[in-house]
Structure formats: structure tokens, C-alpha cells
């Protein structure tokens, strides 16, 4: 004999012992059929079967007092809504809704399958992984109403860490930058997985450090860092700069290691995306505590075969840095998020028919990537910034480059011949083509890593709405970037050189244009008189011998009037004489312009000549 009785909010049954049953609906409609009854007594209450089915809707709710996340179900029907049972992992296919039986229908069924493959507790508690399953299992579902509540904020809750910048980084963090590091350690904490999306110039490269450096003094870490070719060496100085106490290795060009043990005698390996493609199955042979991808959006078509071999290197927290994550489709969005929380959006077929390019589908994208991404502008943060941010950028020459520049190097040793030398090694930084008529201006990028670390800078200027003036000294070079930037980019683009009459009516047509646009100057034209405040980047594509024309020039859009923090980008070669200039720049010991260029033969300007010349990328050379 069964003794029915309410349950909560559904039907259970004991046998007349200390045995308590949770059957199913179909199992209720059995029963009351085989003994052919239309009501059924519990206790003082009287219920009938209803042969309609009851609504369900889903939610997920943070719990501050336990911080945690809950699962809730509820039931509705004429207005009214009720909680659903959940038991053994499932929720209760059933419901009592003023005092009448429903079933919960096909949603029900629905909804225990994807319940099946989670950890969820009879209260509702999930853990973090099992919280990500369920709700993409129910938006790509779609059939069933969701309503989640859990904000960014609330992930982090979940974090137990309390981080505190380490004491032995060599750098004082503005205020957002503290907050992006406590952010990022505390993310890593739940997720093992972000994106750090800030807007170029905000130190995105210092803030991981900074990351890096607080993990290294919990325990010994190895990270594998992973960036364009050019930047690998700009790595190795931040470091060196910010974190001295953790140690590095470049692992690029043909003198890398071959042993798989070497990679892990120090804490971070630098290498570029190309060398990691290369080395795969070394890579492969143990799990990185980081890996991190700069310049992220190299992995944003998911059939690349960048992308699909990057994402095979194991490790246990996954990193990207990008400040243009999202460009053209939301294919990029899953890519990227594939490398970050591989589960987070599904598998690639779902994703694409569940998800078209547009605004709608984007904005359904946003809650649930939001939680792993942090992402400032520059605007947004202001206050905390200075009028003017200088962004060196240490670049290594390709090996083309860098053939090509010990070969000059070399072509003659007379002194006499050295400022033959040192010009034409100064073009060869800006581009080959200087050098080389015969090489193709088609796809300039292919021969100058300087020119292709450049395009990145200008398309994420483009992508942000914002305008760029771009610094040169040679009029074949400025003539060359007009010329692509106008194919590659179809924005505004125009130049001011000492030819230039209409200077005025350049820079108002420039300050004009809605949206981005770019000014390629030479800086000495642009030296004087001239106000070119409606810019806030500024690339100095290569470095002058006398500080005071760099200042001057950038002085043009860093002046009275600037209403935006000015981003200035420096490019130069590391170990070739434009890393010399920089140096010299940096001591305030630089040769004047008129020195430099004259023929005096002063045993100074003997000096400071042979000095850059030893400079080489193929390692300092004595001559």
C-alpha cells in the first residue's frame, strides 16, 4: 500500500517503512490509471490531475552568504510559479501548483539530459565548470527560458585569492593596472583562462608580468610566451626591465635549442608563433603553467593552421592579449575563446548555427564572454594616465633583414666609408626597399618586420575610430606608406613633406575626417608651426639622431589644445644602429644633427661612429 504525500513541491510515496520514493510523472500516471482514480488524498489536502503541462523556466543566482552558484527551477501556470525539486542530480519531472498534479513535459526531459552531464547538488549548487556547461547547454538549446544573474563580480567572489603586487617588481602600477592584475590572478583562479583586451598603450606586457612575477613567488612557474617575431625582443627587455629576478630564454632562429629539457631552466620561453608551429612536438612534451599569445588575434580564424596547432600545446592557464580580439566575424570570438575556456562556446558547427554576424547575435554573445575579458580604453581610464605615453618598441629583424644588414655592415671598413655605411644601414631599419628598388611595395610587410609590427599598430588605431600621425624621414618610405595604407585600409590617408605648400589645409582636412584617419610626416616638415591635436597616436617609424627633431615632431599633436592622452610609438631595431640612437637618446648624449651629418672628422664623431657600427643582429662584432 503506497502512502502518498507532498514532497516539497512534488509527489513522493512511502511503502509503509522508512523507504521515501521520488517517482517519475510517468510513473505517477501509471498508477493513478492502474487503480483508476481521478484524485488523490495527502493528508488534508485533495489533489487532482491536470492533464495540462506546466511551464518551466531556469536561473542562475550568486549566493552571497555561501558564494556560490545556485541553480533554481521554477514552474509556472495561470500566474502562479513554484519552485522544482531537484533529486539525485535531476530535477523532479513534476509539480503540485494549487493543489493540482502537472507534468513538466518534453522541457523536462530536455533539461535532465543536460543536467546528466554536470555536478549539480540537491540545493542547486554548482561549481564554476559545471555552471559554464549548463548555461551553454541551455542557450544553445534555446527552448527554455534563462534568466542568469551571475555578473563578473560574482565570478571573482568565487576567487579565494587576495592578491598583492609583488614587492620585487621594478615598476609602480597606475590604478587600473593594479586593478587588471588583481583581476586577472583572481580570474585564473576559477577560469584558467582570460582575455586581456586593453587598448594599445595601456601596458598590457607589464601587467602580465606582473602576473607572471606574483605566481613565480608562490612556486617556480614556467610560462610560454607567444608574440609576433618582431616583439620577442621587446619582451626580453620588459622583463629585464620590470622582473629582473625571473629568468628568460629568446627561443627563436637557428641557434634555439633542440632539447626539450632545456626549455625548462628557466621561467619563461619567448618565441614567436611561427618557431612554436615548428617546434610543436617539443612544446607539446609537458604541461605550461601559462601560456600566453600577444597579438591574440593571430589564432582568430579557427581553420588557420596557427590556429589549430597553438591550441594543441597543453597547459593550465591559457592567455590572450589582444587589443583588436574581435574584427570582422563572430568566428573570431570563437577561435580566440576556444584557446581561452575551450568548453565556454561549444564546439564550432553548433556555434556557427546558433550564431550569425550581426549586432544581435553579438550582443547574445556578450554575458557570456564578458566574465573573461577585461577590457579598458584609453578614455576610459584617462585620470589615471599622463598627458603623453612613450611605447618603445624593441623590434627583432627578420632574418632577410638582418642578412642584409650584416652584408652592408661589411661592405667596407674604411672609416672614411663609415657614414656611407651607417646611412644606408639606417634606411635598411626603415625598410629594404629603400636599399632595393626590386623588392615588391605590393606586400611591403613581407620584407620589413618593423612594417609588419607597424600595420598592427595602424589597424588597431583604425579598429578603435581614433587618428594616427606616422613620423619618417625618407620621402620613398612616406610615399610607399601612403600608397598602402590607402589600398589595405581605405581611410584617409595623406602626407606632409618639405614640398608641401598646403600644409595648413592638410592637417585641417586630417583634424576634419569623422572616424580614423592618418598623416605620414616627415619630421622635419612637420617641425614647426604646425597643431595636429585632433591625433592621439603618433609612430616615430624611425629614430632621429638628434633628439630634439623627435620632440619637436611630436610635439605636434602633444601640445596646448590636446584634449586625449597622446600614445607615442617608438620603433627601432634591437642590436643595429638604431638601437645605438635610442641609447644615446635615452642618456641625453645623442650626436646634434649638424654633427653628425658633417665632415669635420672630429675623433668624437669617429667614435660614436664606430661604436653604432658594431652593433649587429647577428651579435656585436669587434672592428
Known amino acids: 500500500m503506497r502512502n502518498w504525500m507532498i514532497c516539497n513541491h512534488h509527489l513522493a510515496y512511502s511503502d509503509g517503512l522508512d523507504s521515501l520514493y521520488h517517482p517519475s510523472a510517468s510513473e505517477i500516471i501509471k498508477c493513478i490509471r492502474s487503480e483508476g482514480i481521478s484524485q488523490l488524498y495527502c493528508g488534508n489536502q485533495v489533489l487532482s490531475f491536470s492533464r495540462l503541462c506546466a511551464c518551466i523556466e531556469c536561473a542562475f543566482i550568486f549566493d552571497s552568504e555561501q558564494e556560490t552558484i545556485i541553480f533554481k527551477v521554477i514552474a509556472l501556470h495561470s500566474n502562479t510559479f513554484v519552485p522544482v525539486d531537484l533529486f539525485n542530480g535531476k530535477i523532479v519531472d513534476h509539480v503540485i501548483i494549487n493543489d493540482r498534479w502537472m507534468y513538466l513535459g518534453e522541457k523536462a526531459l530536455i533539461l535532465n539530459e543536460m543536467l546528466e552531464k554536470v555536478s549539480i547538488q540537491d540545493d542547486g549548487k554548482l561549481e564554476f565548470d559545471s555552471y559554464i556547461s549548463l548555461n551553454r547547454e541551455l542557450r544553445f538549446n534555446g527552448t527554455i527560458k534563462i534568466n542568469d544573474c551571475i555578473t563578473p563580480d560574482d565570478i571573482l567572489k568565487l576567487s579565494s585569492e587576495k592578491p598583492l603586487v609583488p614587492i620585487n617588481l621594478n615598476a609602480k602600477l597606475f590604478h587600473y593596472q593594479q586593478e587588471g592584475f588583481e583581476w586577472m590572478v583572481r580570474t585564473l583562479s576559477v ?57 628568460f630564454k629568446i627561443h627563436s632562429g637557428a641557434m634555439r635549442t633542440g632539447f626539450y629539457l632545456n626549455l625548462f631552466d628557466v621561467n619563461i620561453i619567448i618565441t614567436s608563433y611561427g618557431t612554436a608551429i615548428n617546434d610543436l612536438s617539443m612544446l607539446k612534451m609537458s604541461k605550461w603553467d601559462f601560456l600566453i599569445l600577444d597579438e591574440g588575434q593571430n589564432i582568430k580564424n579557427p581553420d588557420s593552421e596557427r590556429a589549430i596547432q597553438i591550441k594543441k600545446i597543453p597547459r593550465v592557464n591559457s592567455i590572450v592579449m589582444s587589443g583588436t580580439p574581435f574584427e570582422n566575424h563572430l568566428t573570431d570570438i570563437w577561435s580566440i575563446y576556444d584557446f581561452v575556456y575551450p568548453s565556454l562556446l561549444g564546439d564550432l558547427a553548433s556555434f556557427t548555427s546558433l550564431y550569425n554576424d550581426d549586432v544581435l547575435n553579438a550582443e547574445r554573445l556578450e554575458p557570456i564572454i564578458t566574465p573573461f575579458m577585461i577590457r579598458r580604453r584609453v578614455a576610459d581610464v584617462r585620470k589615471d594616465l599622463p598627458d603623453k605615453i612613450i611605447d618603445n618598441q624593441e623590434l627583432l629583424m627578420s632574418d632577410f633583414e638582418s642578412t642584409l644588414y650584416e652584408n652592408i655592415r661589411n661592405s667596407d671598413k674604411d672609416k672614411k666609408a663609415s657614414l656611407g655605411i651607417l646611412t644606408k644601414l639606417r634606411m635598411l631599419c626603415t625598410h629594404p626597399f629603400l636599399i632595393d628598388a626590386s623588392l615588391s611595395t605590393e606586400a611591403p610587410e613581407e620584407y620589413s618586420a618593423k612594417y609588419s609590427r607597424f600595420l598592427e599598430i595602424v589597424e588597431e588605431v583604425i579598429a578603435n575610430d581614433q587618428k594616427l600621425i606616422v613620423f619618417t624621414t625618407y620621402k620613398k618610405m612616406n610615399e610607399m606608406i601612403v600608397k598602402d595604407l590607402r589600398i589595405r585600409f581605405g581611410v584617409y590617408t595623406d602626407f606632409i613633406d618639405g614640398s608641401t605648400d598646403n600644409r595648413q589645409q592638410k592637417v585641417d582636412d586630417f583634424s576634419s575626417q569623422k572616424g580614423s584617419a592618418i598623416l605620414v610626416v616627415n619630421p622635419k616638415a612637420g617641425g614647426a608651426g604646425l597643431n595636429i591635436t585632433a591625433a592621439n597616436h603618433v609612430v616615430h617609424y624611425n629614430l632621429e639622431w638628434n633628439p630634439a627633431v623627435e620632440s619637436q615632431a611630436s610635439a605636434r599633436a602633444y601640445r596646448t589644445g590636446q584634449t586625449q592622452t597622446v ?33 669635420t672628422g672630429c675623433n668624437d664623431l669617429e667614435i660614436d661612429l664606430v661604436q653604432a657600427l658594431k652593433k649587429t643582429p647577428k651579435g656585436e662584432i669587434n672592428i
Open 191 to 247: 577560469a584558467h583562462g582570460f582575455l586581456l583586451g586593453d587598448e594599445m598603450g595601456l601596458g598590457k606586457t607589464l601587467q602580465i608580468i606582473t602576473l607572471l612575477l606574483y605566481h613565480a613567488q608562490k612556486s617556480d612557474i614556467h610560462a610560454l610566451i607567444i608574440a609576433p617575431v618582431s616583439l620577442l625582443v621587446n619582451w626580453a627587455r620588459e622583463i629585464s626591465r620590470f622582473a629582473p629576478t625571473l629568468s
Open 567 to 599: 600614445i607615442i610609438h617608438r620603433l627601432y631595431y634591437s642590436d643595429t644602429v638604431e638601437e645605438y640612437i635610442n641609447d644615446l637618446m635615452g642618456h641625453k648624449t645623442a650626436i646634434g644633427e649638424a654633427a653628425i651629418i658633417g665632415t
